[in-house]
Every structure is written in C-alpha cells, then in structure tokens.
C-alpha cells in the first residue's frame, strides 16, 4: 500500500527543522532512518500532511563524554552506537543494547532518536536507558527542556512530546568504578523485537558490596519499567549467585504483560525473571573484574 501524498520538507539546520515544526506543528511528522514512520504511513495509521526529513541535520549525529555525562546525538545510528569505542570503555550497556536491534541495514539507518520519539513497548533502547537513568532533551523555538526517560515514555506510542518539540541527544549519567552491565533479550526471530528484554546494571564499592544496582525492562508493559524489587534486593549486599536467584523471582512483581501470537502474559511473566538472572550474572562478572 502507498502512503497519502505529502510534501516533503528538508531542513538544512537545527533552527530551520525547528521553524518547520513551529509552522506546522500538528500537520507534520520527523523522518530519520524511516523504520517507523513508513510502515505506518503505508498502513494509513499516518496521514501527516507536511514530513520534515532530518538526514541533513549532521549536527545531530555525535557521541561524546562532557563531565560527568555521556551525550549522543538524536541523529547517531544503532551502528554508531555499537561500534563506538567511548561507549564501549565508558558504557558498554548502551553499546551492547544497539547491537541487538534489527538487523546490519536497520542499525545503519535507524537513530536513538527516532527509536525513543516512536516508543515501542517492544523496543530495545527504553530498558537500557532507564536502567542508566538517561535523560531525553527536547528542543522547540521557545527553548529546550530535559525529561528523563521514565518520565517521557508514556504508555505505547506515546511521549511526552510537544508537536513543536524534536528529540537533540540523549544524556547519560557517568557511571564510574567496578561497573558491569548486560543486555538480554528474548527475541521474536521475523523483525528481532524483544519479547522480553532486560538490562542490568550493577556498581560495587571497593569492598565488593554492591552500591547500585540497576534493572531496566521492556516488553513487559506499556513502557519501559524498573525493577525495583529486584534492585532493592540486592544493594548493600556481597551479591553471590543466590542472591541473584532470591532477587530474581521479585523481577515479575506487579508486572501485568500483555498475550499476544509472540508469547502469553505468563510466559512474559516468567521470562522477566529469567533473563533478569541472566543478566544479572553477567553483569556481577564483568563488575568482578573491575573491582
């Protein structure tokens, strides 16, 4: 099927893209890689009158480390995100998380910025993120705002995101010491949407102790949810495996997954805790190795 007609608008600026979006407000919609918007103009679910495409704006496409904070350009592809040597060093959970979406020619198009803007209950990025406690700024003709990511996804599809608003970066708090990470998924093979996915991140102090403990999970509701049960489990704690095991079965608390033809709400249900353990191993390890 082919979408409603349009008219294309193509910013060479920031300021220009942001001028477009002060004009027409409402009527128009932000094309990046495209992953999203086309399939949902070609199903009619999207009938913008104006599409401001975003490729020219290179100004946005960035990773780099100020302070305390890892900053990455809305443009910056999931192959970028991946294969990208501050992230790996400083924080490989995000880089981790970009090697798992799609496939090699969705990485090379798609961007953060258009994965966060779209919200997919399924997508990958929203666990990392909220398990890092990142934080999206949003910028307008009037100003510029920062929202964090638990805050800005609202529910499936759903941000909170003014019409005259487009998605800059992504700030990430630096994370120091003995820190280890990991991203599972269980995946649905056609399209490599998570079923369920998990990050999780763990901090242990200089006598092994773990100081932070940070679980983010997608798939599991209508956006990306913390497991604070599990986190509290085990913070303060010489985390062993068993921990690990006893922490794991809270990953499931007060969840409430949707059934669908991918996986019934039980078995979302169970594979939370599952990949929550797995991940949480994984991530002790590589904190080990630090300490």
């Known amino acids: 099927m082919y979408p409603p007609s349009f008219k294309l608008l193509v910013p060479q600026s920031l300021d220009e893209a942001l001028k477009m979006l002060a004009e027409h407000g409402g009527e128009a919609k932000l094309l990046a890689g495209g992953h999203s918007l086309i399939p949902l103009m070609k199903l009619r679910l999207a009938r913008p009158a104006y599409v401001i495409y975003l490729g020219k704006l290179k100004e946005l496409s960035y990773i780099r480390e100020e302070g305390d904070t890892i900053r990455v350009g809305a443009l910056t592809t999931h192959s970028e995100i991946e294969s990208s040597e501050l992230l790996r060093e400083r924080c490989p959970l995000l880089a981790e998380t970009a090697s798992k979406i799609g496939d090699r020619q969705v990485r090379n198009m798609g961007t953060i910025g258009g994965s966060i803007a779209h919200a997919d209950p399924a997508a990958d990025y929203p666990a990392a993120l909220v398990a890092l406690e990142a ?8 100003g510029e705002r920062a929202v964090k990511v638990s805050d ?4 499936p599809y759903i941000t909170d995101i003014d019409p005259q608003e487009l998605i800059t970066e992504i700030r990430i708090p630096v ?4 820190v280890g990470s990991s991203y599972e998924k269980l995946v649905f ?10 990050a999780a991140l763990i901090v242990l102090g200089k ?3 773990a100081e932070r403990v940070r679980v983010g999970m997608t798939g599991v509701a209508e956006g990306p949810v913390r497991a604070q049960g ?3 489990e085990l913070e303060g ?3 062993t495996e068993e921990d690990i095991d006893k922490a794991s079965k809270k990953a499931s608390e007060g969840l409430n997954p949707p059934s669908d033809i991918r996986a019934s709400s039980e078995y979302r249900k169970a594979m939370a805790e599952a990949l929550t353990r797995r991940a949480l191993i994984k991530a002790l390890s590589e904190a080990k190795k630090k300490a």
Not at 135 to 142: A, G, I, P, T
């Open 135 to 142: 934080e999206v700024v949003l910028k307008s003709v009037n």
């Open 152 to 155: 800005f996804i609202k529910g």
């Open 175 to 178: 994370v120091n010491g003995a």
């Open 189 to 198: 093979r056609a399209s490599d949407f998570a079923i369920v996915g998990v």
């Open 207 to 209: 006598d092994g102790t």
């Open 230 to 232: 599990v986190e509290e």
């Open 237 to 239: 704690k010489k985390i």
